[in-house]
């Protein structure tokens, strides 16, 4: 009973805030995108797609005469809130209950539109990119329509299989029946679908502007922050390490730069140091100095600290 009280006061609170309400625009946006996928292009090409709307089209190429789409996708999804109720919180329930309300009007209010394509591979890849892009908005500000995610979650606590096995299990069933009801070639464009769809998704979750998370260790640390970083007007962060082989200390220095700046550290790094060791790895969302604030991404304002952190 505590426990849903502080669940619903986390949900109220949220209501409280800009950020919420401005999730919610962009999941509508989102939502009426990809539901004008689904009437204009996925349902008169026969493609189907992944997850709960591919498992939605599967049947729904079945009983088209008795059940309207958007009717059967919301069906579809009660049992999944059923289960997945005692395993999220009330507001990430709430929130999923509100994002499949609205997508199930979309697909009611974009029925009846076609989009003027007729190639195909066209179409999978227009809607893929466009559906995409709205889709990984919103799930960047933490919206969500339910499906897949619900069971995925559910299964992996009870039994322990990834979340990403279930999703790419769900997917062969789809494109395999896509194949057996229609053709080859329809599941093979369903897979383009698909794959521009999860690209474009990933782009417009971490954003197009990819950052990049840089570890170096070299035998001269402060030579390489003042030549190399320096340069670049980056800030960096010391990390104390131990050599596995030789067992000496060392001074790691890690810092963040965009995918512009990596070629030029590079060059820098080589003139200084070229014995030293960097790592590259790819980097979503940035939040901090000379990067974007919290208050940027929507939380609300707090007391400046110190925290002593230099990235």
Known sequence: ???????????????????YWYMLLILTFGCFVFGGVVNSILIPQHFFAGGLTGIALLFYDSIQDVLPFSLLYALINIPLFIIGFRE???????????????????????????????????????????????????????????GLDILGTVIKKRFAIPIGTVFNLVNFVVIFSNAYLHHLETALYT??????????????QVGLSQRKSIFIISSRPKEVAENVLQKLDRGFTYFHASGGYAGKEKLVIYTVINLLELGRLKEYLFETDPDAFISVQDTGDVIGKRFLTWEEEGYRKRKKENTGFQV
């Not at 426990?3 to 950020?19: I, V």
């Not at 499949?100 to 591979?121: F, H, N, V």
Request: aromatic share 16%.
């Open 1 to 19: 009973m505590n426990q849903l009280k502080e669940d619903f006061k986390e949900f109220s609170q949220a209501l409280q805030t800009w950020k």
């Open 88 to 146: 999220f919180s009330l507001k990430f329930i709430i929130t999923s209950l509100i994002g499949m309300g609205i997508y199930t009007t979309s697909l009611e209010l974009t029925q009846g539109y076609e989009i003027a394509i007729k190639d195909p591979m066209l179409a999978a890849i227009f809607g893929g990119v466009i559906s995409g892009f709205s889709t990984g908005f919103y799930l960047r500000l933490g919206g969500s329509v339910g």
């Open 191 to 204: 897979g383009i679908f698909m794959y521009v769809f999860s690209w474009s998704l990933q782009k417009g």
